[in-house]
């Protein structure tokens, strides 16, 4: 059993132990589609994982991909899901939509976190930023969150900075009012084209009943 509520998920909740992010690509916004209206029936029916906080997904402004963003009590909970109920899940989708590749699932902790307004995101950027461990990570995401909190950039809703749990790389999430918004943050900065920057619009976020 969940519910529907906010279309993205509140990132800084205290009991969340874990987060899981992933990206499906579907290769044509018909496709998209299908795959995310699927998803939410799918979830829908099933029933709802023991440990699992919120699920939500999100539609990719290029028409092909998909993000999925979880968040569980801990690692244990996911793999307990992942051994009993997960696969029946993706079966239904991937038999709708046939060769779905998935990438860049990941487990994560909240590192850092920042929330400067409550409105509902027009948009949801993602950037995947490399890092050499988890002393490394913790000291990158401290410099990328002090200087988003200095620059308090117009627009800007949340963003949430996520170490991956090997410490290889980090997850920054935000949620801006606009497309405009973000565009505006962007601009003065450099070299942004080799940067895995990825833009989405919040779709459906389930949540535990």
């Not at 994982?49 to 539609?59: C, I, K, N, R, V």
Request: negative net charge.
């Amino acid at each position: 059993m969940n519910s529907a509520s906010r279309v993205v998920p509140g990132i800084d909740r205290p009991d969340v132990g874990t987060v899981m992010s992933s990206e499906w690509t579907v290769h044509s916004p018909q496709r998209q589609r299908k795959a995310l209206d699927l998803q939410a029936e799918v979830w829908g029916e099933a029933d709802w994982p023991e440990g699992l906080h919120s699920y939500t997904f999100y539609a990719g402004t290029d028409g092909s991909t998909i993000l999925h963003y979880s968040q569980w009590r801990d690692d244990q909970a996911y793999r307990d899901f992942v051994e009993s109920g997960r696969k029946p899940r993706m079966e239904r989708v991937d038999a709708a939509v046939p060769g779905i590749e998935r990438h860049d699932l990941a487990f994560y902790r909240l590192h850092r976190s920042l929330t400067i307004g409550s409105d509902e995101p027009g948009i949801v950027v993602t950037e995947f930023v490399a890092a050499g461990g988890p002393d490394d990570a913790r000291r990158r995401v401290g410099t990328m969150a002090d200087a988003r909190e200095k620059a308090r950039p117009s627009g800007l809703l949340t963003a949430g900075f996520h170490v991956s749990s090997d410490g290889s790389r980090i997850l920054d999430y935000s949620e801006w009012t606009d497309d405009a918004a973000f565009e505006a943050y962007l601009a003065p900065q450099q070299d942004t084209g080799s940067r895995r920057i990825k833009r989405f619009r919040p779709y459906r976020s389930l949540r535990g009943a």
